[in-house]
Structures are given as C-alpha cells and as structure tokens.
C-alpha cells in the first residue's frame, strides 16, 4: 500500500524526486534502504560543514547548544533581531552561527555590510538556497533567485522598470491612489488599516498590470496576500530542518516530519495561480484591444519566446510580493508614530502650512521644500525598518574577513535593526526624532538611511517608488488630518501602544487612534480631488 500511496505522490513531484525512489529498471528500492542512505548521507552532508578547509576560526558567536542543531535554540522565534543586537555587544560586528548544516553570519554594523555586500559583491550577492522556499514555488520570485543569468535577466527589467525617470511616470497613478486613501480615512477612519493595505496594492496593481483593484476582495489582491501568506508561515520546525538539511526534501510525504511536502504542495498550487492569473487577464486584454499600458503589457509585447514570457511573469509577480507588503509596513509605521508623537506631527503640519499653504494637497513637487517632512520620512524608514533583517545575502565562494572564515554557502543576515538603532550613530536610537537629521545649520544631513533598502548587486530596485508612495502618504495625511489617541467611554485616553510583529516585515499589532480632517477646507479638498 504504501508504494502505491508513494507512486500516486511521486505523480506531484518532480521528475528527479521519481527517479530518487527506483532503481533505474523501474522497479521499487525497499524504504528501508531509502532512510538508511539518507542518514548516512546526511551524517555525510553535515560533517563536511563541520570540515574547516582553511583552519581559520569562523567570526565569534554563541556556542552550539547541541551537536547536530548547532544554535537552533538561541535564536528567539519572536524578533529575533533583538537577540543579534544583543549578541553585537558580546561578540562584534560579525557574529557566527550554526543551525543543523547551516552557518549564518550576522553583520551588525553598516561598514562591515558596505565592505562584504558591495566591496565584494562577486561573493556576497547570492541568496541562501531555502528548500522549502524552492518545494513551494517560491523559486519564481527575482528577490531570491541564485546570484546568476536567470536573476541577472530579471533584475535589468527591473532596474529598467522602476529607475528614477520612469518612477516619475507613475506619479499619477500614486496620486489617485493616495487621493483614494484620504477618502477612506474621511469616510471610514476606523478602517484605516485596510486604506493602508489598500493603497500599497493599488499602486503595484495599477502600474504592473494596469488593474483597478476593487475596494473589497479583490480576486488578485486576495490571492497574492494569500500566497505571500504562505510565505510567512513558512518558517515552522519541520520547514526549518529541511531547509538546514536538503536532502530531506527527498522524503516520502507520508514519513513522520515530512509534513512541510503536504504544506509546500498546497502553497505551490496559489503561487502557481499569482503568477499565472493576472498576466493571463493583460494577455486577454491585448488580444481583445482594451489591455492599458503598464509594465506587464509593455515586457509581454517585447517577449520572443516561452523564456522571456516567463520572465515577464516573475519580475511581474515578484513587484508585487516584494513591493506591496513592505511599503504597507512602512505608512503602517508612520500611523502609529504620529499618533504616539503629537509635537512632531505638529512640527510638520507647521511646516507644510507656512510652505505650501492650506488650500490645496501636497504634490510631489514640493517634496524639495519640505524639510521636515523629509527628515519624518526618513526617521520613519529608520525608527521601524520595514525589514529589519533585510533579505539575507549569500556567499557563492569561501571567502576570509579580518581572519575570519566565512564558508561558501553561507546564509548573510544584515541586521538593519541594528544599523537603525545603532546609539553611537542614532543618539536615543528608541525615541522618534527627526531632528536628527539636521545638521547645525538647519539643513538636512546626508543620510538617507537608503541601507534601508538593502546593499549591493541585490539593492531593492523598488526603492524609488516605494520611496515616493511612502512619502506622499506622509505628506498628505499630515496636511488633511490630525492623527492622536481616541476616548474611551468615560472621556479617557486610550494609550497608543502596540508590540510590532515578527517575521520578514514587521507591523504593529491592531491599536486604535483618532484620526479626524484637520478642518472644513481640508474635508473638502479631500472630497473635491
Ligand atoms: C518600504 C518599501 C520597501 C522596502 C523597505 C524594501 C526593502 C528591500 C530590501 C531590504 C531588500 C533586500 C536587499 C538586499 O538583498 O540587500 C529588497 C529587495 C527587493 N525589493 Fe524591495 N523594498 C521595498 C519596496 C519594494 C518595491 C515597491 C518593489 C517593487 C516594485 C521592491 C522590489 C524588490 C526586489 C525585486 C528585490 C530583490 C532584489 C534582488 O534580489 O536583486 N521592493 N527590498
């Protein structure tokens, strides 16, 4: 029976996971046979991670609590860049770390990130191999693809797609989408989480596929939360040991711990559908003559062949699953600061008064001339990173830092968190303070915090327009609305406080906060847009 059950699952799998289980004739190789070459292959794979060819010590880092898990159990499941901030102070600005086979390198600090990411950008530009990332279709996103032709091709479209220049092209776009969202917070201001969902999918929706998406449940919008859902849930124990030992992957779904098959199955089925629905509806569109211009119609009418279509699809899916979620965490971030930080949301509406007046909404025009707006903006990006251990990089060779080893294959996790709140950098890096980024004289420093976005080869592409979203949400908001603590039944105030999540973004728990038009000009200016 249980060959039956494995040949009807082997019909999922791939053509190589078949072949792992017969011997070339066809017949059937016994189970037992099966797991004991794979402990002894495992027993293989993971001693020779322990081999050091080179003899140097690794960077310093926590000792192994258990032979085999190496550090499993000192990463803390909830933020855990707490923990490696922590571990900056014990052990440097390189921190070493094993779990199971897998040896991490955490950098701690901006220098060391510039030196290894971009210095030696030949070496540090890969991405981790993540099996369970891989079983679950995930393979198609540009943000993780190995350091090579597939990525190289897609990261040209990218940086074609979202450069300075054409940015300005979808200024547009992310005004009427912005507009969109001051409406809802007027109409519906408890609703504002969703406005804010909202606005981050409409403009990737709009400018890649040229999709309105509808307020409520939309189809596209609804399927790519779920699939990048999926995503976030991948980080359990079952996935954690198969990504840290691949050859688990060749397991039989039905063996105990091969769950994450059963997970990755199901997962695959939506990521299949978000890279494949919505360029089906730009291709019906073309046909029929009603299709608008946006990024999918543009690289579709120049593919040659299946090869580039499949591109097209990956750059097309990746905009959305790498650009919505992480722009949402950064106007979320923003909400909840200006509600906790009534002088500074009082500071920049004094600003945008005297500047641009209060008889019509900010522009991107007057972006240069709102200083503290900007200096907000940034302390934003700074306060709360929207990653905070950015995307891990991945070494493609051995390489050696400070004589200190760092092993081909290596998972690089560039703790942002630590950069942002670094206090020699950041005086009082907790408290929210934009006037940190004024020189002396009053002008802005030149500290972008553009590390924000990642280092190197792989720098985020979607910077420039996730940059200009983010802060046209910013501007506008202050200039329409007051944003600050509710009342409770009673007349109290009810605190703003709220924990923020873990995972690869995080976002503050569900708090409530007042948010009312700043006075009758504004409620119409917003009403007459
Ligand atoms: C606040 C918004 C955003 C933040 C904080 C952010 C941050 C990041 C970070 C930290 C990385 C990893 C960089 C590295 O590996 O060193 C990254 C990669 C990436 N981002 Fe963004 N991002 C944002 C918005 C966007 C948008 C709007 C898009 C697309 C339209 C986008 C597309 C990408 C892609 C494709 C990559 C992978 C690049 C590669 O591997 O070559 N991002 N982003």
Same mark, same amino acid.
């Given at each position: 029976m249980y060959f039956q059950r494995l040949r009807k699952q082997s019909l999922h799998h791939d053509k190589v996971a078949k072949a792992s289980w017969c011997y070339p004739d066809g017949t059937q190789i016994p189970y037992g046979v099966i797991i004991i070459c794979l402990v002894l292959f495992m027993i293989g794979a993971f001693s020779r991670t322990q081999?050091?060819?080179?003899?140097?010590?690794?960077?310093?880092?926590?000792?192994?609590?258990?032979?085999?898990?190496?550090?499993?159990?000192?990463? !803390?499941?909830?933020?855990?860049?707490?923990?490696?901030?922590?571990?900056?102070?014990?052990?440097?600005?390189?921190?070493?770390?094993?779990?199971?086979?897998?040896?991490?390198?955490?950098?701690?600090?901006?220098?060391?990130?510039?030196?290894?990411?971009?210095?030696?950008?030949?070496?540090?530009?890969?991405? !981790?191999?993540?099996?369970?990332?891989?079983?679950?279709?995930?393979?198609?996103?540009?943000?993780?693809?190995?350091?090579?032709?597939?990525?190289?091709?897609?990261?040209?479209?990218?940086?074609?797609?979202?450069? !300075?220049?054409?940015?300005?092209?979808?200024?547009?776009?992310?005004?009427?989408?912005?507009?969109?969202?001051?409406?809802?917070?007027?109409?519906?201001?408890?609703?504002f989480r969703n406005h804010i969902k909202t606005v981050a999918a409409a403009v990737i929706m709009s400018v890649v596929y040229s999709h309105d998406i509808s307020p409520k449940d939309d189809y596209y919008v609804k399927l790519a939360e779920a699939t990048v859902g999926k995503l976030s849930e991948s980080i359990f124990p079952g996935a954690a040991m198969v990504n840290a030992i691949p050859i688990l992957r060749h397991l039989p779904e039905w063996f105990p711990g091969a769950g994450f098959h059963t997970f990755a199955r199901e997962a695959r089925k939506l990521t299949d559908q978000m890279l494949n629905a919505p360029i089906a509806m730009v291709e019906k569109k073309m046909e029929n003559g009603t299709a608008q211009p946006c990024l999918a119609s543009e690289l579709l009418s120049t593919c040659k062949n299946e090869k580039d279509r499949m591109h097209t699809k990956c750059v097309c899916a990746t905009s959305y699953a790498a650009g919505a979620d992480t722009t949402v965490a950064s106007i979320e971030a923003f909400f909840y600061v200006i509600a906790k930080y009534p002088d500074v949301q009082r500071k920049a509406q004094e600003e945008i008064d005297r500047v641009i007046g209060n008889d019509r909404i900010p522009t991107f025009n007057d972006r240069s001339s709102l200083l503290y707006v900007e200096a907000l903006f940034r302390e934003v990006l700074r306060w709360m990173p929207a990653l905070p251990l950015g995307l891990a990089h991945g070494t493609s060779a051995d390489d050696i830092y400070e004589g200190q080893y760092i092993p081909k294959g290596a998972s690089i996790i560039v703790n942002t968190w630590a950069m942002t709140h670094n206090p020699d950098v950041y005086p009082d890096p907790d408290t929210f303070n934009p006037d940190r980024f004024f020189t002396e004289d009053g002008k802005l420093n030149d500290d972008e915090v553009l590390y924000t976005f990642g280092f190197g080869r792989r720098v985020c592409p979607g910077r420039h327009l996730a940059s200009n979203t983010i802060w046209l949400t910013i501007a506008t908001v202050l200039a329409l609305f007051n944003m600050g603590k509710k009342m409770d039944a009673d007349g109290n105030e009810i605190p703003v406080e709220a924990d923020f999540t873990t995972g690869l973004m995080t976002h503050p728990f569900p708090y409530e906060c007042s948010i009312v038009p700043r006075s009758d000009v504004a409620e119409r200016l917003i009403l007459d847009a």
């Open positions: 081999f050091q060819p080179l003899r140097l010590p690794y960077p310093p880092g926590p000792p192994p609590s258990s032979w085999l898990g190496g550090n499993i159990k000192d990463v !803390p499941g909830i933020k855990p860049w707490l923990r490696y901030t922590d571990w900056k102070k014990r052990y440097g600005n390189l921190v070493h770390f094993r779990i199971y086979g897998q040896h991490n390198i955490i950098v701690n600090d901006y220098d060391t990130a510039v030196e290894l990411c971009e210095k030696r950008s030949n070496v540090f530009s890969d991405r !981790p191999s993540t099996t369970i990332i891989d079983l679950m279709g995930w393979d198609f996103s540009t943000a993780l693809k190995p350091y090579g032709d597939h990525w190289r091709v897609e990261r040209r479209m990218f940086q074609q797609a979202y450069k !300075p220049d054409v940015v300005m092209s979808y200024w547009d776009i992310q005004t009427q989408k912005v507009q969109d969202l001051l409406y809802g917070l007027l109409t519906t201001p408890n609703d």
